[in-house]
């Protein structure tokens, strides 16, 4: 027991390990702003259509009569929409960032290993080597999401259709 605590602590400390690691090498930051800010952009703009599409969506959804009734069913319903898009969107948060920085992976594996080693890849660089490795890691990532949606599908189906 006493094991799995510290492993999962270990497990726990990486992420402010790394950011520590980042925030004493400046060299880093393009390599690792530049695919966060692409998806801070993304789910803002996904966040913005939202929010300004759920009420009409909710709208056509619930026909709101004269009672009060209605009206509350309306915002409970809003308020679960909005959970749910917060958790739906929280999750695949990573997912989808990691699909940005997948091409940028072999960029900061590389400067992170000149930085510890001290010296530079005794490799010569190849731009046709790279562009394959970037399209590799993104494949993978795409396949990853994929499948990943496609577990989240089948569940929302099962948990709409629980006789199935």
Known sequence: MVGFVSSAFSGFSHPFRGVKFLIGRPRLWPFVAIP?????????VAAWFFSTRI?????????????????????????L??????????YTFTLVGNLILSPFNDLISERVEWMV?????????NLSQVMSGALRAFTTALGRLTLYLGGFLALLLLLLFPPV
């Open 81 to 90: 929409a909005l959970l749910l898009l917060l958790i739906f969107a929280g």
């Open 117 to 125: 080693n001290g010296r530079p890849d005794e490799t010569k660089f």
């Open 55 to 79: 009420g009409d969506w909710l709208n056509s959804l619930i026909e709101r009569g004269e009672g009060w009734f209605w009206e509350a069913l309306f915002y409970v319903l809003a308020t």
């Open 36 to 44: 966060v800010g692409v998806n801070i952009v993304l789910y803002s």
